[in-house]
């Protein structure tokens, strides 16, 4: 009885270490990092923002969060958009979901795959609604190209709006 005890307390003890080590970090979210402002040249119709990814959580997972503002037009009011998404980290620290939220009271689950300094996020399938694609690549140490895409059949996808940012920290 008093070896079965010991080999138990052993046991959780072992485990406990094992599930109590940080996660590793995640070379393809690294250079991803920090906060974006987007570039515009101002004219009409064009819109500015910033978006941000920070771990949180003790690394257990990654947020986006954004802010884009869009000026009136002669046929539209001005547009503010805020979204929020929480990437989430496996116990290797690998993401490969992700939900979105915004305040047009969007929510959009996402996979994730990579590529060279490339990551996509692709709507999974909801009946009746479009499949959405999100891709950050990076062009070079500090400057991001954002293209955000909506597709039918999830196989032909059309840019909706996409766009350059800058690192600012």
């Known amino acids: 009885m008093k070896i079965k005890m010991i080999l138990l307390i052993a046991f959780l003890a072992i485990s406990s270490v094992s599930f109590g080590q940080q996660k590793s970090s995640n070379d393809n979210w690294s250079w991803i990092m920090g906060k ?47 979204d929020l998404m929480i990437i989430d980290l ?31 996020l692709t709507s999974e399938k909801v009946e009746n609604v479009p499949f959405f694609r999100l891709v950050y690549t990076l062009l070079d140490n500090e400057t991001v190209n954002t293209k955000f895409e909506m597709s039918r059949d999830g196989i032909n996808f059309s840019t909706y709006i996409e766009g350059k940012s800058k690192k600012v920290k």
């Open 36 to 82: 974006w402002i987007g570039e515009g040249s101002g004219q009409p119709g064009q819109g500015g923002g910033t978006f941000s990814f920070s771990y949180d959580l003790d690394k257990n997972i990654i947020v986006r969060k954004s802010h884009s503002e869009y000026p009136a037009t002669a046929n539209k009011p001005a547009i503010i958009h805020e």
């Open 90 to 120: 496996d116990p290797n620290g690998n993401a490969s979901k992700a939900i979105y939220f915004d305040n047009e009271n969007h929510t959009i689950h996402y996979l994730i795959s990579y590529s060279d300094k490339t990551i996509t």
